[in-house]
């Protein structure tokens, strides 16, 4: 199964970017996906989650800021960002996963300029 990241680049800060993220297929049993990112010299973070249900849940750092959105049994998953601030600069990466299965998709950068 592979994961396709699209989206990120460079934008001012303040500005907003939209993250996409589709597997190649379905895969029985996942109810999860999420995006997570990866700031130069420090370790991947979830920022953002989404479940079979609906239900999201954020990081403190991105919330009010960022949506999350996507449909987990068609396996796409949105990332909206809004008021991107240059902390926000990270690879970010979306996954998806379940009781047994844990797949990542290939990073996307986005680098926010003060």
């Known amino acids: 199964v592979q994961l396709q990241a699209s989206g990120g680049g460079l934008v001012q800060a303040g500005g907003s970017l939209r993250l996409s993220c589709a597997a190649s297929?379905?895969?029985?049993?996942?109810?999860?996906m999420g995006w997570y990112r990866q700031p130069p010299g420090k370790q991947r973070e979830l920022i953002a989650g989404?479940?079979?249900?609906?239900?999201?849940n954020y990081a403190d750092s991105v919330k009010g800021r960022f949506a999350i959105s996507g449909d987990v049994a068609k396996t796409t998953v949105y990332l909206q960002m809004n008021n991107l601030k240059p902390e926000d600069t990270a690879v970010y990466y979306c996954?998806?996963?379940?009781?047994?299965?844990?797949?990542w998709g290939q990073g996307t950068q986005v680098t926010v300029s003060s």
């Open positions: 996954a998806m996963y379940g009781p047994s299965h844990f797949y």
């Open positions: 297929r379905s895969v029985r049993s996942i109810n999860n």
């Open positions: 989404i479940t079979s249900y609906g239900n999201t």
